[in-house]
C-alpha cells in the first residue's frame, strides 16, 4: 500500500504519513503541498516522500485533503538545507520547509501569459578600476572554476562594490548560472532592482515581505524552471530555488536583518555558505563594516579577504567632526549651532544634507511635571512616545494609542511634559530654519505607507529634496552624489544598551551614515553630535578606521567570552502572569543546569534575567542565555523538549541570537 511522508509545520520532531486521493498518482504528489487533517486542524504540509509499506493493519492513516501546487516544489537540494536548518536552529522540519517554502504562497487563479522579455536596456559599465580589478578576477576565477569558495568584500564606503558585484552576476549569467543577491532593507533592494534592470533587462526577480502570495508563487516557480536568473531580496530570498545556482551576494553583510528573530532563527549568511557547497558555488559578503565574526574568520582564513581601501576616483573620505553639548554653545534646539551652520552653507551651495537620528517620532519621553515619573504604556514596561500630527502617545512596542491629555498614573496629575527628540521633532526644526528647503522625512512611520521608500529615493537621486531625514533605513547603501553633509543627532542611543553588540552596532551606524557623504565631486564632511566623545567606537568611527575598532571590540569580547570566542543560545520565557514566567524560568533553569551536568556539557548558563523591556503587550518576559560551543548548546536545546512548563508559558530558543536583549 502507497503511503505519503509529510513534513508538518509544527514544533514535533517527526514525519507523518497519510493516504495519497484516490484518483491521483503518489508519486505525482511528491514535493507539493497539501492541506490535511492534523489534530483538529486543517493545515498546509509538504510531501517529502512516497513509500509503499506492507503491514498497515495498525496504521489508521488519513486521507490528504487536497493537493495545492500543480508542480513539484521541493528539490533534493530543499530537504537538505531543511534538515540543516531543523538541526542547527532546533526546529522540526515542517517547521524549516516552511520558512523556505511559505505556506502562504499562492497559485494565481489563470497562469498569465509569458511578457515578451523587453529589450535589453544596455547601460555601459564603469571602467574598473585597479583594486575593483582585482575583486573581480579573485571571485570570476572561482566561478570559472565551479568550485565552492567564500569571500569577505570589505570595502570602504563609495569603494564601488555595487560594481564588483554586477562583474560577478555577469561571469554568472555567461556560465548559464544564476545569482541570489541579498539586501537588509527593501529600500536598498530598490535602488538595486534599478542599477541590475539597466544592466540585466528582465532576467530579475525582486523578493520581499512586501509581495503578494500570487507574486510570491509566481516568482519561485520562474526561479525554479529557469524563467528568471537573478533574485533580488531580503533574507528569505536566499531560499530562492535555483537549480544553477552560481553565486550568492550578501551585501552588508554585518547587518542584523540577516537573522531571523522568530522560530527558525537561521541566519541567511550561513545558508547562502551552505547552497554555495551544495552547488559549487561563490559566496561574497559585502561590507564597509564587516561584522567582528566575518572579519575574524577571514583573519583566520575561512574566508578570503578582498579589500577595497579606497574610493572611487581616489576621492577623500568625509572629514569627521565629533561635537558635544559641554564644548559647544548654549544651545536652545536639538540642533547644535555648528551643525546648524553646516548644513546653511551646504543647502546654500545646493548641495543635499542627510540628518540621521536613530528615534521615531517626537519625543520619546513624557513626564509628569509635578512628581517626575514617566509615562509609560499600560501593556509595556516602556515610555511611550510623543507623535504630532496627529498629535497623540503611542506605544512602539504594542501599538497602543493614547490622546495627548494622558494623567500621571502615580499621583493623577495633568500637567505632563515630553523630553528627548525623534525624528518629527527634527524635521519640525529643520523646517523652521529652512524655509525654503524641501525636506523629506523617512523612518517607521513613513516608509509603512507604500511608495515612501521609493519617494526618498527617487526624490534625493532626481535632487528634488535638500534634506532627507531618517532612522537607520537610510543609514547605509544609498549612493546620492550631491549629498556632502551628513549629520548624525544624537549618536549615543545604542551605545549603552545592555548588549554584547551594542558598541559595534554603533560603530557600524555611524561609519556607514558618514559614508553617504561625499560620494561625489564635492568633498564630504560629516558632524556627530554627541555625549560621549571619547568613546572608542565613537572615535574609530571619526577616524574611518575600521581595524583599530575590530581589534579594540575582539579584545573586549575575548574578555568577557562572547561571540565570536563562543557560541549563544537565548531562552526566552513568557508568561501573561508575572509569577508564573519568574517560577518557570527558575525550573528551567536548574533543569539545563542539571542535564547539562548529566550529559557533560561544557556550557555556562547565566540568568535567568528580565528581558531589557520586562513586560510587551503584558506578557512578562524573561531570558536564560547558554554560552559554549555550538555542538554543546544544540544538544541541550534538543532536551528541552522534556521540560514541561506550566500552562500558558511560552518557551522559544533562538541559536546565535543577534542580541540579547
Ligand atoms: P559602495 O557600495 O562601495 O559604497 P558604490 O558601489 O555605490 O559604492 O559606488 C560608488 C559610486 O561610484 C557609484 O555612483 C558608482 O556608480 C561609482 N563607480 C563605481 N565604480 C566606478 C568606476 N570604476 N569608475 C567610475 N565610477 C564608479
Ligand atoms: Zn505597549
Known sequence: MIVLELAVPVPLNKTFYYLPPENLNPKNIVGKRVKAQFGKRTLTAYVISCLDVENTDDLKLKRIIEVEDNDSLITEETVEIANYISKNYVCSLGEALASMIPVSMKLPKRIPKNKIADGEEICENHILNAQQTNAVNLINKNLKKKIYNAFLLYGITASGKTEVYINAVECALKQNRSTIMLFPEISLTTQFVDIMTKRFGTNIGVWHSGISNVEKYSLFSKAKNG?????????SAVFAPFENLGLIIVDEEHERAYKQDKKPSYDAREIAKQRGVYHNAVVVLGSATPSLESYKDAIENKLNLIELSERIHKRDLPEVKVLTSKNGTFQTGVLFSETIEAVSKALSRREQVIVFLNRRGYSPVIMCRKCGSVYQCPNCSISMVFHRNPDMLK???CGEIKNLSATCSKCKNKDMTVFGTGTQKVENELKKLFKNAKIFRLDGDTASSKGNYEKAYNGMKNEEYDILIGTQMIAKGFDFPR??????????????????KSVEKTFQLITQVAGRSGRGDMRG?????????????IECAKNHDFVSFYKTEIEERKRLFYPPYCDLAKISIRNKEEKRAEEDSEKLFSFLESTAKICKLNLKLLGPVSAYIAKINNVYRKYIIIKGDRGNILELARLLEDFKQSSGTFIGIEIMPSDLI
Open 395 to 397: 506605544c512602539h512596542y
Open 525 to 537: 564632511s560629516v558632524i556627530v553630535q554627541t555625549s560621549h566623545p571619547q568613546h572608542y567606537a
Open 483 to 500: 549629498v556632502s553633509l551628513v549629520c548624525v543627532i544624537d549618536a549615543d542611543t545604542s551605545l549603552y544598551l545592555p548588549d554584547f
Open 227 to 235: 524563467g528568471i536568473k537573478i533574485m533580488i531580496g531580503a533574507r
